[in-house]
């Protein structure tokens, strides 16, 4: 039985979870990854950056088609369980690779930040970003609206992750 609802709530919730949904394979870890969550006009998506049990590492993507979606759901009834998922995966050229390594390299040798929200700003409509990073000795996970000057600790890892996909972002 299919899942209905006339909830955008709900089909904001499901999109994330279906976003967030990468099938690994046996040995491989997620090394980083990024997502954003706009508003209902947007096309939530997630990127992952995930190392093989050989070494290779490789880039994933998977995005919510809301444009299909929303022009099939006219009546404003929504199908939870037929969300339109756009899915890419690439392995990172070797350029890329050497400079992942060199960024995570570097944080893995400072101390970061609890978080990287900044709880001083007001935003009433807008998207909401998520990056995380697995090092060696710690698991990182930040989500903000609006970020704290941070953020320029991960930029050239979030810059090299949503270079792999310009033409869906």
């Known amino acids: ?11 904001m919730k ?38 093989k049990p050989d070494g290779i590492i490789y880039s994933g993507f998977r995005q919510w088609d809301t444009a299909h979606n929303i022009s099939q759901w006219t ?3 929504y199908n939870l369980d037929r969300l339109r998922i756009i899915t890419d995966e690439k392995i990172l050229p070797e350029a890329d690779t050497a400079i ?14 609890e978080n990287i929200h900044n709880e001083k700003a007001i935003v009433l409509d807008g998207s909401e970003w998520k990056f995380g990073v697995s090092l060696a000795h710690k698991n990182i996970d930040y989500t903000w609206k609006t970020p704290t000057e941070d953020i320029n600790l991960f930029i050239p890892i979030i810059e090299l992750m949503r270079k792999q996909y310009p033409d869906k972002i």
């Not at 491989?28 to 997502?35: L, R, V």
């Open 1 to 11: 039985m299919e899942r209905l609802s006339n909830d955008i709530t709900a089909v």
């Open 100 to 113: 992942l390594k060199a960024e995570l390299l570097k944080l893995e040798q400072i101390e970061l930040p």
């Open 14 to 51: 499901e999109a994330e979870t279906e976003i967030e949904r990468f099938d690994l394979k046996y040995g491989e870890k997620i090394m980083a990854y990024f997502s954003e969550m706009p508003t209902i006009g947007g096309f939530p998506y997630r990127i992952i950056v995930v190392e």
């Open 75 to 77: 009546a404003g009834i």
